[in-house]
């Protein structure tokens, strides 16, 4: 174990991260786990003494994380090997934007909107939309994209380098933000005051394709929300697909969110992590309403979750996906995440017993009559 241990450490790919992130958690918990830049000013400017001085006083602890990291990478490993003996391939996800308080920042100061202090002077959002009519105010420091365009996006292109290496498809969150982002000023307590800015384009996702080998990214779009003509542009100019989802799908007479008006090249989903579940979602809407989803799916709405199921896995999308909270039926006490809710969120856990036999077979039975099983090994 120990050579193996010393080859991750050593690995290129790892030590870009690796080293940076040890010593963020050991200095973490020395100062009681407030944030870095409530640290000693040498230590949150990272003045090259000061760095040296923690690594070497804070070797052990700096072990020990690098062993943690390696452990897991080494179990992760094996478990997408195992997948992958099943034909099972395994779908990552990229948040756009990092916090504030992590050892991206802190080891980056120069590529976030940041003061003097290493505080935000504008953060992430987006204005009022489905979830919140004051906006949603995220308060993620903002990317300087002038500055990381000077050195080929590298910062970015390691993110995504590394997120390829343990997943075989990517999510791209909030990916309108590449084309305009929505930019709050730090001190505003709501959303509502933030502005359109635009963000790197096309060139970031250029510059990815020719560090890493030149072929298309292995990538889909969280293209939710307020989508303009300039990202649907810019989706089609890279060919990466979208997200279709169907609870957003009947509060119109022909919303582009309904199976018949898909085109392949998508990604379709009963509802994501930030929707309420299936069936809590249609207990919530208004009898009108309830009426249109029953007509379209042909459902009665007592297994509500199973008809939105059955259109999203016979439609022509080439992905399907579900929460496993639909397939269990589960109501809206399962919900994981409400963007609109600050605390409270990300609590829900599957229970031992809740994946049962009757269920694999009802979801194996309709993806073998849906043409979704797959041939590949």
């Known amino acids: 174990m120990r050579r193996r241990l010393e080859a991750f450490v050593e690995d290129p790919a790892q030590r870009a991260w690796l080293d940076d992130w040890t010593l963020y958690a050991s200095l973490k918990a020395r100062f009681r786990g407030v944030a870095w830049t409530d640290w000693d000013a040498a230590l949150a400017r990272r003045e090259p003494a000061s760095i040296d ?129 929505w930019s709050v000023p730090a001190t505003d307590e709501t959303a509502l005051n933030g502005r359109w800015v635009p963000g790197p384009g096309r060139k970031l996702f250029d510059a990815a394709r020719r560090a890493l080998g030149g072929q298309p990214l292995a990538l889909l779009a969280e293209d939710l929300g ?48 930030d929707n309420d579940t299936a069936r809590g979602w249609y207990e919530g809407l208004t009898p009108e309403e309830r009426q249109r989803v029953g007509d379209y799916l042909g459902s009665d709405g007592r297994e509500i979750e199973w008809g939105l199921i059955r259109a999203a896995w016979t439609s022509v999308a080439d992905r399907a996906i579900v929460p496993i909270q639909d397939v269990l039926g589960l109501g809206r006490e399962a919900r994981m995440n409400d963007p609109s809710r600050p605390e409270g969120n990300w609590h829900w856990r599957l229970a031992p017993d809740a994946l049962r036999p009757d269920l694999a077979e009802r979801l194996r039975r309709l993806t073998e009559l849906s043409g979704r099983v797959s041939t590949k090994p």
């Open 53 to 181: 001085a923690a690594r070497a006083e804070l070797g052990e602890e700096i072990a020990y994380h690098r062993f943690e990291q390696f452990l897991f990478f080494e179990q992760w490993d094996r478990l997408r090997a195992e997948a992958a003996s099943r034909g099972i391939r395994i779908l990552g996800d990229v948040p756009i934007y990092v916090a504030q308080d992590s050892a991206d920042v802190w080891s980056n100061r120069e590529l976030f909107q940041l003061d003097e202090n290493g505080l935000p002077t504008v953060v992430a959002g987006v204005p009022p939309d489905y979830f919140s009519a004051t906006g949603q105010l995220w308060g993620n420091p903002l990317y300087r994209w002038d500055v990381m365009e000077r050195d080929g996006y590298a910062w970015w292109v390691s993110r995504i380098a590394a997120a390829l290496s343990v997943c075989d498809l990517l999510r791209i969150d909030h990916f309108r933000a590449f084309s305009a982002y």
């Open 226 to 273: 307020d989508i303009s003509k300039d990202v649907r542009e810019l989706l089609a100019a890279l060919r990466i697909p979208g997200m279709k989802v169907l609870q957003f799908a009947f509060y119109g007479a022909d919303g582009e969110y309904l199976p018949h008006r898909y085109k392949r090249d998508c990604v379709v989903y009963t509802g994501t992590h």
